[in-house]
């Protein structure tokens, strides 16, 4: 507590502004616990950057931890690039603090003879990764937070490729930025260096969304679309993309469009909670619309619903859409004779084999990465030799070609639209075709468990969770042996029938994974940007008619709901 108490009292000096300073008195002065959790670590930069509750202290965004990290960047990028005239995009998004917040990195980043274009208003997150190619910049910045609850706010760095930074470039970064004091931070910024962007920058975005997510297909008037922005930037975008490709009936839920860093009408933006999209299918059912689109604030994510067989609207998980898009867009790349053994798709470890399975059944290879889209971003830039046709992961994120090198819900919302009304316009529905692709492959049911771990404790339990299932491992799961077990932060894969050990070549991470002889597959992962460790279940079954899917499925189900017991979750 003394050395919490010591950090706490550097903010006390001149370095800091009075308001900051006389926050910090204040905790000081009354209330320890939220003192503790203010100052116990620095932020750091995890799977989606920084991320953390808006506060003065060093385990909060606020001016000086956004100020020090960008200062750090600001050096980096004069290392890497002396000789060059600099340039970085800045995007924020709809949160109270993005927009003042995206100002104090611009002033930093101008103060440091860089120039900026700073978007005008805010922008989804895509648009950003896209701007940073289109202006050829060295870098991006976004300010969000995806779709964590209101009081929280974050800074993810882009590099020159429009892809989330990665090895050497992130630890590089993070030692620049652990090397200052927060005295070294130039604030003062030069106006001159700081251009507004906005009209042009969506212009060609809209361009090359509608280039990459729309087909040679028929029935787009016929599809009865509802739009939710869940109170984010995607209204920004998605209503103009969807009218431009040539769907006329678009019926926005009202209630959700303006931005609103509240997100007064849902407990959580995030489209992967079905109570987020309950607003979006109650009016589904209403004008009977055949699908359901909902981006998370920064509209990286999509939620998507559709009607199932008997009528009534289904939520589709993250497995399920990026499954869908991926056959759509291969099998697109097959009808125009583009398919010649160089092309790939991208996948996560945490994520549905299925994709592998459509993938193979194609010629196509599956590049398999750890969680984020900043690693599908690093295989394009590793293999110009090979074409990327799409790739996704399980929480609810995709990206269709490789004009945006990060999870793209404006063209993915697009191309679900595309799949839909493909479908529609040939007597099936886009679930329907779902359970076809099904009986092609496997039927594999995912499910997730998160459990939230907050603060201090928080993190030591999660840290403990992972060393007791290291150090004593699964050998058998729902009455099937144990396989493989993949330990990516020590990158070995034991055969643990035969004790034969493999070395993973991919990044460490503190992840494990484990894989029986019936294909069933859990992962173990504590999340880089929130207080929780993820538990991710797969399962599949042959099916060989989709009349007997909702009897497969449950089977399945059930299996999953044993293992759960099972392991004690």
């Known amino acids: 507590m003394e050395e919490i108490l010591n950090n706490a009292k550097q903010w006390l000096s001149d370095t800091f502004d009075s308001e900051t300073q006389q926050e910090i008195q204040q905790l000081i002065n009354t209330n320890a616990d939220d003192l503790a959790d203010r100052f116990y670590k620095n932020l750091e930069f995890g799977t989606g950057g920084m991320r953390g509750i808006v506060g003065a202290g060093t385990n909060r965004i606020n001016k000086y931890t956004l100020g020090k990290a960008t200062q750090g960047l600001s050096n980096y990028l004069h290392k890497t690039y002396p000789d060059k005239a600099l340039k970085v995009a800045i995007g924020y998004d709809c949160r109270h603090d993005s927009e003042w917040l995206a100002k104090v990195v611009a002033n930093v980043l101008s103060a440091n003879n860089i120039q900026v274009f700073l978007f005008e208003d805010m922008r989804p997150t895509p648009e950003l990764s896209f701007a940073v190619n289109y202006l050829g910049c060295e870098a991006g910045i976004v300010l969000t937070a995806s779709h964590n609850p209101p009081e929280y706010n974050g800074y993810k760095v882009y590099w020159n490729d429009g892809g989330q930074i990665v090895p050497p470039h992130d630890t590089e970064i993070i030692n620049e930025v652990n090397s200052l004091d927060f005295s070294e931070i130039s604030f003062n910024a030069k106006e001159e260096l700081i251009t507004s962007i906005g009209s042009e920058i969506d212009e060609a975005f809209w361009k090359a969304s509608l280039a990459n997510g729309t087909f040679d297909i028929k029935g787009r008037e016929d599809l009865k679309i509802v739009f939710t922005s869940l109170h984010g930037t995607s209204i920004k975008l998605i209503p103009e993309v969807l009218k431009r490709a040539g769907y006329t009936q678009v019926h926005i839920v009202e209630e959700q469009a303006t931005p609103d860093g509240d997100f007064s009408t849902v407990e959580s933006p995030n489209p992967e909670e079905p109570a987020a999209l309950e607003m979006a299918v109650d009016l589904a059912n209403k004008i009977d619309a055949d699908i359901v689109l909902g981006t998370d604030p920064d509209s990286d994510r999509i939620g998507i619903a559709v009607r199932d067989l008997d009528g009534n609207m289904t939520l589709l998980n993250g497995n399920q859409t990026m499954s869908m898009m991926t056959d759509f867009l291969i099998n697109d790349w097959k009808k125009q004779g583009k398919l010649n053994g160089k092309q790939f798709v991208g996948s996560t470890i945490v994520s549905t084999n299925l994709v592998n399975e459509i993938a193979n059944s194609y010629g196509v290879e599956t590049k398999v990465g750890l969680t984020g889209f900043k690693w599908i971003a690093k295989m394009i830039k590793d293999h110009p030799e090979l074409d990327f046709i799409g790739g996704g992961e399980e929480s609810?994120?995709?990206?269709?070609?490789?004009?945006?090198?990060?999870?793209?819900?404006?063209?993915?919302?697009?191309?679900?639209?595309?799949?839909?009304?493909?479908?529609?316009?040939?007597?099936?529905?886009?679930?329907?075709?779902?359970?076809?692709?099904?009986?092609?492959?496997?039927?594999?049911?995912?499910?997730?468990?998160?459990?939230?771990?907050?603060?201090?404790?928080?993190?030591?339990?999660?840290?403990?969770?992972?060393?007791?299932?290291?150090?004593?491992?699964?050998?058998?799961?729902?009455?099937?042996?144990?396989?493989?077990?993949?330990?990516?932060?020590?990158?070995?894969?034991?055969?643990?029938?035969?004790?034969?050990?493999?070395?993973?070549?991919?990044?460490?991470?503190?992840?494990?994974?484990?894989?029986?002889?019936?294909?069933?597959?859990?992962?173990?992962?504590?999340?880089?940007?929130?207080?929780?460790?993820?538990?991710?279940?797969?399962?599949?079954?042959?099916?060989?008619?989709?009349?007997?899917?909702?009897?497969?499925?449950?089977?399945?189900?059930?299996?999953?709901?044993?293992?759960?017991?099972?392991?004690?979750?």
């Open 396 to 569: 609810f994120g995709y990206m269709v070609g490789d004009f945006v090198r990060d999870k793209d819900a404006v063209t993915s919302a697009l191309l679900a639209c595309e799949i839909a009304a493909d479908a529609k316009a040939n007597n099936s529905s886009f679930y329907k075709e779902l359970l076809n692709l099904y009986t092609r492959h496997h039927l594999y049911k995912e499910h997730l468990i998160s459990l939230v771990k907050k603060g201090m404790d928080g993190a030591q339990q999660i840290k403990q969770m992972m060393i007791d299932l290291r150090s004593n491992p699964l050998t058998e799961i729902d009455g099937t042996k144990v396989e493989y077990l993949y330990d990516y932060q020590s990158s070995i894969r034991k055969n643990v029938l035969t004790g034969e050990e493999t070395t993973l070549d991919i990044p460490k991470s503190n992840v494990l994974i484990y894989k029986t002889e019936d294909g069933t597959k859990i992962a173990a992962r504590p999340s880089g940007t929130e207080p929780k460790i993820k538990f991710y279940f797969s399962v599949k079954s042959k099916l060989y008619d989709i009349s007997n899917a909702k009897e497969v499925e449950k089977e399945l189900d059930t299996k999953i709901q044993r293992i759960i017991k099972e392991l004690n979750l």
